[in-house]
């Protein structure tokens, strides 16, 4: 068993697909199959059901999806390690943020790094808040991006900007000429949701529950997990919802609405790590670029 197959099986498992995998990983597909096929030979253990053209993972496979992770990320950090005797940060840079600030707030930072360090190998993936926190806390990521608070207590989370969140609607609805919002406002619209897990979606909640309300009371039309297809769902309809106000002047069409009946919603975007893995130069090159804009607006170890 090799470090190389282990890579190819993680690629295939989340593509579900030889020839994707193949692409991601810049292989033929008969080179992605042999190291399959070499694999499963090897170890006497069927990790994937051929059924017709396609594949699925077998239960055997599915089981040892989290050893090879594992094994894997334990590499990744030894080639880190070396990567990090040289003087200048460089070698590889995983982080793992969540959409508002992956897609809004990080970018121009990722361009200041890299212009600074060109030798920093940066890749970046995208998800929710919880998604975030666990690839932090399972070795899959560096560094993680997040909005709002998080429920592990095992990593260190530093708030490093703010983020206000606001009602959007069409131009056309009801809402956006009436001056204060009640309650009952609030129970009479369609709703379309940030799915659950989201840092949106808690800040959401806490403002839900400032106004007397859950979400159980509301009317909820639709459960989505993006920003742009929440703002479509809401340009083409009568439904509302709240998001970054970085995000809701992105489409036209939308009509945005700071709250101004109740505290507006404020949530932190802050950055996790975890306390007890090395913490490499290119990390601590990220780090002090997050802080180049500005002072740090506050730390804490842990959930707040």
Same mark, same amino acid.
């Given at each position: 068993?090799?470090?190389?197959?282990?890579?190819?099986?993680?690629?295939?498992?989340?593509?579900?697909?030889?020839?994707?995998?193949?692409?991601?990983?810049?292989?033929?597909?008969?080179?992605?199959?042999?190291?399959?096929?070499?694999?499963?030979?090897?170890?006497?253990?069927?990790?994937?059901?051929?059924?017709?053209?396609?594949?699925?993972?077998?239960?055997?496979?599915?089981?040892?999806?989290?050893?090879?992770?594992?094994?894997?990320?334990?590499?990744?950090?030894?080639?880190?390690?070396?990567?990090?005797?040289?003087?200048?940060?460089?070698?590889?840079?995983?982080?793992?943020?969540?959409?508002?600030?992956?897609?809004?707030?990080?970018?121009?930072?990722?361009?200041?790094?890299?212009?600074?360090?060109?030798?920093?190998?940066?890749?970046?993936?995208?998800?929710?808040?919880?998604?975030?926190?666990?690839?932090?806390?399972?070795?899959?990521?560096?560094?993680?991006?997040?909005?709002?608070?998080?429920?592990?207590?095992? /990593?260190?989370?530093?708030?490093?900007? $703010?983020?206000?969140? #606001?009602?959007? &609607?069409? !131009?056309?609805?009801?809402?956006?000429? %009436?001056?204060?919002?009640?309650?009952?406002?609030?129970?009479?619209?369609?709703?379309?949701?940030?799915?659950?897990?989201?840092?949106?979606?808690?800040?959401?909640?806490?403002?839900?529950?400032?106004?007397?309300?859950?979400?159980?009371?509301?009317?909820?039309?639709?459960?989505?997990?993006?920003?742009?297809?929440?703002?479509?769902?809401?340009?083409?309809?009568?439904?509302?919802?709240?998001?970054?106000?970085?995000?809701?002047?992105?489409?036209?069409?939308?009509?945005?609405?700071?709250?101004?009946?109740?505290?507006?919603?404020?949530?932190?975007?802050?950055? /996790?790590?975890?306390?007890?893995?090395? $913490?490499?130069?290119? #990390?601590?090159? &990220?780090? !002090?670029?997050?802080?180049?804009?500005? %002072?740090?607006?506050?730390?804490?170890?842990?959930?707040?």
């Amino acid at each position: 068993m090799t470090l190389d197959q282990l890579r190819i099986f993680l690629a295939v498992a989340e593509r579900g697909h030889m020839t994707r995998a193949a692409e991601a990983l810049n292989m033929t597909q008969s080179a992605v199959s042999a190291a399959i096929a070499a694999l499963e030979s090897q170890s006497r253990v069927r990790l994937f059901n051929r059924i017709g053209r396609g594949i699925e993972l077998s239960a055997a496979g599915e089981a040892f999806i989290p050893t090879a992770r594992a094994i894997t990320a334990q590499a990744d950090l030894a080639r880190t390690v070396l990567d990090d005797l040289a003087r200048q940060p460089r070698g590889r840079l995983r982080l793992f943020a969540s959409q508002t600030v992956a897609s809004y707030w990080l970018p121009a930072r990722l361009m200041r790094l890299k212009k600074n360090y060109p030798e920093i190998e940066i890749s970046l993936h995208i998800g929710n808040t919880a998604q975030v926190a666990e690839a932090v806390d399972n070795g899959q990521a560096d560094l993680g991006f997040v909005e709002g608070d998080i429920s592990s207590t095992k /990593l260190t989370r530093r708030v490093v900007d $703010r983020d206000e969140l #606001v009602l959007v &609607m069409n !131009e056309r609805h009801p809402l956006t000429v %009436k001056q204060q919002l009640s309650s009952e406002d609030y129970r009479r619209h369609d709703w379309v949701l940030r799915e659950v897990g989201s840092g949106t979606r808690s800040e959401f909640e806490a403002h839900l529950a400032d106004m007397g309300l859950t979400v159980a009371e509301l009317n909820v039309a639709l459960e989505i997990p993006s920003n742009e297809a929440v703002l479509g769902a809401v340009a083409a309809s009568n439904g509302v919802s709240m998001v970054s106000s970085r995000v809701a002047g992105s489409l036209r069409g939308i009509h945005q609405r700071p709250v101004v009946w109740r505290a507006p919603p404020m949530r932190a975007f802050a950055v /996790l790590s975890h306390p007890d893995r090395h $913490r490499t130069r290119a #990390v601590e090159a &990220m780090l !002090e670029t997050l802080d180049e804009p500005g %002072k740090i607006l506050d730390e804490d170890d842990g959930h707040s």
